[in-house]
């Protein structure tokens, strides 16, 4: 059967190449410590699970949800949002539930993009942004994040003939893969930049909630006016441990949150609703297991950072994200660092190319694995003479 050239232009998606080799070791009997995924191996929160039992007890969520959500969770986000980041939100239009912020996001440009039209987007980044652009036809206009720019485009830099073909731009602050977090004038920037040149600002805000050291992340919708220019997303995927569970939300400009509800419910007619009564619970019940989770993966992510400082790294403990973004050793490339860490350590990590050419020269490691098992991967890169 011959397919689509649209499917054509898209590669397999990351981790399903990763998981494919991972499984292939483990069938040769290699132990991997996974540094690959960015899945919490934490359990969801007790109160979220016994909601869940309780709603489903009561036998009302059979039917099919509407594709914006219930009005009680969009309301218990509006609250959330208020709580959290004293951001006002409409529940009624300025909220759309999604089935986990990775549909949303796939389905936006269906709602903006037409042929030819330009999404900027940060290189690297969540590869989705840009495959969505690419399904919906348009052409990804990809931004370098590096070191040298602290992880934020420089958006001076975008040639006009681009910005006046661009329809969307995306950032993601706290980022993933690289773990940088951006102060509120870079926001404040980012939405003058959209408002001057008739552009959506697209926040994806998965990781507002992992912040260390005393480290609290910030909206995009905090600064004034950027409602007119801006959508953002978010996810209970990492703040509550429910990657599974397929449950977020897209937030702010109505017109924005609108055109999603329409395309979704030509699509997916909307998330089950027993989810959804169990995200209610998650957003609006205790927050100390958010502030539990944090403990951990600052542990975890102290104790690899320091880990790879004694073999010759120099890295800053990032503020945010399970993310640890780690140059790769002189002379070595993404790929070659990637496979030696694999075939002679056991050590899975993601090739930092996999999220567009400027990763080139980096790895990720996702620190979703008990210390214990980072403290035997520092031991095993030893081991075998590995430094930077
Ligand atoms: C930056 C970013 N955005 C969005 C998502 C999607 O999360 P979900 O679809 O589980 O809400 C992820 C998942 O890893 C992510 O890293």
Redesign the pocket.
């Known amino acids: 059967m011959k397919r689509s050239k649209r499917l054509d232009k898209i590669p397999p998606y990351l981790f399903v190449k990763i998981e494919e080799k991972k499984a292939e070791l483990t069938r040769q009997g290699i132990g991997i410590i996974d540094f690959g995924i960015?899945d919490p191996d934490l359990p969801t929160p007790a109160h979220i699970f016994k909601k869940m039992h309780d709603v489903l007890e009561l036998n009302d969520s059979a039917q099919y949800p509407t594709s914006k959500g219930e009005l009680s969770f969009r309301k218990a986000v509006a609250d959330w949002y208020k709580k959290r980041f004293n951001v006002t939100l409409d529940p009624i239009s300025e909220v759309c539930c999604?089935i986990?912020?990775?549909?949303g996001?796939a389905h936006l440009p269906l709602c903006f993009i037409d042929q030819g039209d330009v999404s900027l987007i940060p290189d690297p980044s969540?590869p989705?942004y840009k495959i969505s652009t690419t399904l919906a036809g348009g052409e990804p206009y990809l931004l370098p994040l590096t070191a040298k720019n602290n992880f934020m485009a420089d958006l001076d830099s975008i040639p006009n003939n681009i910005v006046n073909k661009a329809k969307l731009l995306y950032i993601?602050y706290p980022n993933?893969p690289t773990g940088a977090v951006a102060d509120k004038d870079y926001f404040v920037k980012c939405v003058e930049f959209c408002k001057k040149n008739n552009i959506l600002l697209v926040s994806?805000l998965?990781?507002s909630e992992m912040g260390y050291d005393g480290y609290v992340p910030s909206s995009v919708l905090e600064v004034p006016g950027a409602k007119d220019v801006t959508i953002e997303?978010h996810?209970l995927?990492?703040t509550y441990n429910m990657?599974g569970w397929?449950i977020?939300m897209a937030v702010g400009n109505k017109e924005v949150a609108q055109a999603l509800a329409t395309i979704k419910s030509n699509i997916d007619s909307g998330a089950f609703k027993a989810i959804q009564y169990a995200g209610i619970e998650a957003l609006s019940g205790s927050q100390d297991c958010v502030k539990q989770n944090n403990k951990i993966f600052e542990e975890r992510r102290d104790v690899l950072i320091d880990g790879l400082n004694t073999l010759g790294w120099n890295l800053k403990k990032p503020q945010a994200t399970f993310y640890m973004w780690v140059p790769v050793p002189k002379g070595e490339t993404s790929t070659s660092f990637t496979e030696k860490l694999l075939e002679k350590c056991g050590i899975l990590v993601v090739p930092g190319n996999g999220y567009g050419p400027s990763g080139e020269g980096y790895v990720r490691f996702a620190i979703t694995i008990p210390k214990e098992r980072i403290a035997e991967a520092i031991e095993r890169l030893k081991k075998n003479r590995i430094s930077c």
């Open positions: 960015g999604l986990g912020s990775k549909e996001l969540y989705v993601n993933n994806d998965a990781y997303f996810s995927s990492k990657t397929r977020g």
